[in-house]
């Protein structure tokens, strides 16, 4: 089963254009979604998260917007970039006690590749 | 920032041999890392949640006595793959959650390492 679903596979956009990433959770106790950059050879680096009592999250040129009565969720990359050339995952996780645990554990997307072209 | 850092970034060896990945948070304390599984153009998948100075609790499907997996200290885990075989050949990757770091408590962020490319003869 999976949890977490992201779309499009892969993406081209144009630089200077907007990238969209959408994704969609089934678990109601998700509550807190981040999304991951990953070049080829290297782990996911955080780009920016979500919990859900807010509908918008702006980071520079990344926003992320939440829709909790859809469960879905998305990134938008603006005046995207050739450098944003990389593969983006959503993730989600539930939290908990401190501690960890078990609790914590995310759960991610299949992940897109972007592709901006100079 | 948060660095977590993996080492070997890459190995090479033959089928039967036994490999260690170390994880290590660099400038942060990790009661808890995460290990995770990525095949080529592939998600990541958690193999086991490891736990300082307990067990490591294991996904299901994931085979505890291949991967063993120690947190001996605050700052390190260990994943063991045994008699490792082709199909084990992977990219492996740790991450860790620095509970004290920036972020909105209980929810600060995971840091991944580098990943570790294993490739079994």
């Known amino acids: 089963q999976q949890q977490v679903k992201q779309s499009p596979q892969s993406l081209i956009v144009q630089k200077g254009g907007i990238s969209i990433i959408n994704c969609a959770y089934e678990?109601?106790?998700?509550?807190?979604f981040p999304w991951y950059q990953q070049f080829p050879g290297k782990g996911p680096a955080l780009l920016i998260a979500i919990r859900p009592d807010v509908s918008e999250k702006k980071e520079g040129r990344f926003t992320i917007s939440f829709n909790k009565s859809a469960k879905q969720f998305s990134l938008h990359i603006m005046d995207s970039q050739p450098g944003d050339s990389a593969t983006y995952f959503c993730?989600?996780?539930?939290?908990?006690?401190?501690?960890?645990?078990?609790?914590?554990?995310?759960?991610f997307g299949k992940g897109t590749l972007l592709t901006v072209n100079p | 920032g948060a660095v977590v850092s993996q080492h070997p970034s890459w190995v090479i060896c033959k089928s039967g041999t036994s490999v260690k990945i170390e994880c290590r948070s660099l400038d942060f304390q990790a009661t808890t890392m995460f290990w995770y599984r990525q095949f080529p153009k592939q998600s990541l998948m958690l193999m086991a949640t490891s736990n300082e100075g307990s067990k490591a609790t294991y996904e299901q499907g994931v085979e505890k006595d291949k991967f063993l997996i120690n947190h001996a200290s605050l700052t390190l885990s260990t994943l063991t793959v045994t008699s490792a075989h082709p199909e084990d050949s992977s990219f492996y990757i740790c991450?860790?959650?620095?509970?004290w770091g920036p972020g909105d408590w209980p929810y600060q962020p995971q840091h991944f390492g580098d990943g570790t490319r294993l490739s079994i003869l």
């Open positions: 678990n109601t106790a998700f509550d807190y």
């Open positions: 993730a989600a996780s539930q939290g908990g006690p401190v501690g960890g645990g078990s609790n914590y554990k995310l759960t």
């Open positions: 991450s860790a959650r620095d509970l």
